[in-house]
């Protein structure tokens, strides 16, 4: 039983596909989201359905394989159960259970605000496809309020955008959102100027894209600010309310926050009762079990194991290899072979898009910054999306963007 | 001053690009919505911004014209004063108003449930994008609830569909609706057969597509039969229920039911105090002003107007055309000249599409059916799509379906 149809869950269980097993692969929502592109629908480059697929599509001609749309909410490791709760449209219809024999969790992260849920009315984040599609109507509607706005104190406020938290997604927002208002919507409004509009990112450490090389990340920083970003280091954010937010003694009026600032893991390990790094992910053994219970594996983001001295991060490519190499193990186990060697991160390298023909790409040794990193970007996100989705139409809708600079997807939704 | 932005009112706006006039477009979505692919996005085909674009942006380089996001409550025609609400995520934030020389009213239908509104909440209507993911989400749901249902009532229940209303609407819905369950969908389920999945039609009247010439609608009925759907005609709907409906005395349970029976006017009538035609549509004069109000026209399908003897069809040709007139009626004045002639509106005919490879084309004396009819209707959709939306993705989405019988957009959303 694999929970979790993430990017860990997915690989598993594709790594489960001729052995002679039942897999059951429970998610709550439909859908896999591919994660590394949701900023891309919060900015109307792209629309949900191309960066998300059914899971039951993926995993259709895998025919020892069964896909259950539930809330998982617990785990009996006496008995040997997961219990979910089927829902409905907005309500919990029924309760149920059903057993393994071995468990693989892969139940990722969520937002963290660091102790102030109270933020999140103001500052929603981007996990979710729904959290995209709201992202993108806030950002739009202010747009569309400005433009009918009298008051210049308050346009100011709708045209200034927050991202709070300079990490890869703040980044990539930050430069996807200038793009957004500095270019595509030049046009398009009669009483107020788009390019005036302020994106502002703000990050609390002393740099932007902290897990990328100091190099690297202010080439980024130089490319955001020739984009028209306003970059704020050494930041920390002490409030977020309906007006906006408040670094240090200063006030920042707008009606757009959005937070990408932290996260913190899924409750498994609560689930499991199991021991934990500082953060609350799961820790995990060599083999990715959980010590004392070898029938239970918890892979990505929110395990915990550390190689070389340093703890892995909570990135795709770790959980696509972990997902593979506990197949890989069930494999052994049922051959009646010795175990495979404990688990290895092998790190394909890191990315980040800066808006336009811009990305950073580091690889071992390699840093590559500017269009050619951008090129690479672009090929190797369509290369695992079609993994996932079977399709190119991302592909189609870019180079439609990149020619007429208009966006695919600019609707606000959610009105009725 | 265009109030709707919808069909009629982007033709009036783009017929008075080149006229020295200050032309301000109103709706309340930023979006226009190509209502005759809206099916294909309830049945997972398009996405919903394959088919809707910004009204902003489809008139951006229009630079007479502005475009505003508002909802419109009511009209002066003594002040010449249009008042509506500037609305928030969820909430009225403003009134205000703007006065107008020349007003035209391009506001359309809404679904009419004929006085039992009680059923709209089992049976939703389809007539925007909001509505289409949510039919979409509601039917992908119920596949998703019958896999993990033991009872096998509530199974079937659950895995049949019913359609009120055997218009275009309707039997387009059945033929999508059939290819999903019995195609897209056939390898996707373990303990449920979406082949078993029932698809049943209701029209009260005495035959399907009433507006299509007999022999049309016939060969529409057989092919919808030959996909497996149910046809009940001359039954009209007595209850709609959270159970299912009731047609005569026979109940018939479903968790997914689809009102696409009827339309009523939006209430431009009612602002204008005008005379009306039975249902509520505006009386238009051949110069489709309203009468004793030569500044103030209304067009498309809230408006009424007879040619030969018959009224006008509530379709979108008559709503472009009455848009394109008007804009000439109005360059005429501007430059002293002759009224038109009245408007005459050009029947350039009626299409209908069945599942896949199968359409109805009735233009003049033609008629055909099937697969040439089938490659007209998509080629004329992808034209007039492209006028509105600029792209062909629409064309790239269909040609991976019709290769992969895969859909474009099978998603579940709104859980959180």
Redesign the interface.
């Known amino acids: 039983m694999i929970v979790g149809g993430g990017f860990g869950g997915i690989e598993a269980a594709k790594a489960l596909r001729r052995l002679a097993v039942d897999v059951t692969v429970i998610d709550?929502?439909?859908?896999y989201v591919f994660q590394p592109l949701l900023y891309q629908v919060a900015t109307a480059d792209l629309?949900?359905?191309?960066i998300?697929?059914?899971i039951?599509?993926i995993l259709?001609?895998q025919r020892n394989t069964?896909?259950?749309?539930?809330e998982v909410v617990g785990v009996d490791l006496v008995t040997r159960r997961v219990h979910f709760d089927?829902?409905?449209?907005g309500a919990t219809?029924?309760h149920?259970e059903q057993s393994y024999d071995v468990l693989i969790l892969s139940t990722g992260v969520q937002q963290s605000y660091f102790g102030h849920d109270e933020f999140a009315r103001f500052a929603p984040a981007l996990k979710?496809?729904?959290?995209a599609?709201s992202v993108r109507?806030?950002i739009?509607?202010s747009f569309?309020?400005a433009?009918?706005e009298d008051d210049p104190e308050r346009r100011k406020a709708l045209l200034t955008f927050v991202l709070v938290g300079g990490g890869p997604t703040g980044v990539e927002m930050a430069g996807a959102l200038a793009d957004l208002a500095h270019v595509t919507?030049v046009?398009?409004?009669?009483?107020i100027d788009p390019t005036t509009a302020r994106v502002v990112l703000i990050e609390a450490g002393p740099r932007i894209l902290p897990t990328f090389a100091e190099s690297l990340a202010e080439r980024a920083h130089q490319q955001l600010v020739s984009m028209g970003v306003e970059i704020r280091t050494g930041a920390p954010v002490k409030l977020v309310d309906a007006e906006g937010v408040v670094i240090g003694d200063e006030r920042l009026r707008s009606a757009s926050v959005l937070w990408t600032a932290g996260v913190k893991p899924s409750p498994a390990a609560a689930w499991l009762g199991a021991p934990t790094d500082r953060p609350g992910r799961v820790l995990v053994q060599g083999d990715l079990t959980v010590a004392g219970h070898p029938n239970v594996f918890v892979i990505g983001d929110v395990a915990s194991l550390e190689q070389d001295g340093k703890a892995l991060p909570g990135v795709a490519q770790v959980a696509m290899q972990q997902g593979r190499y506990v197949g890989k193990v069930i494999a052994r186990r049922l051959a009646g072979a010795a175990a495979p060697k404990p688990f290895r991160y092998f790190d394909k390298g890191n990315m980040a898009v800066v808006g336009r023909n811009f990305a950073l790409l580091e690889a071992q040794k390699l840093r590559l910054s500017g269009f050619p990193a951008w090129l690479a970007w672009a090929f190797i996100h369509i290369n695992y999306l079609a993994q996932f989705n079977?399709?190119l139409?991302v592909m189609?809708?870019w180079a439609?963007t990149y020619v007429?600079r208009?966006r695919?997807?600019?609707?606000?939704?959610?009105?009725?």
């Open positions: 709550r929502n439909n859908h629309a949900p359905g191309q998300a697929a059914p039951r599509q259709r001609r069964e896909v259950l749309m539930a089927i829902e409905g449209a219809i029924e149920k979710t496809l729904e959290d599609t109507s806030t739009l509607r569309e309020l433009e009918v919507m046009k398009d409004f009669r009483h079977n399709k139409l189609a809708q439609w007429t208009q695919g997807s600019r609707l606000i939704l959610g009105r009725h």
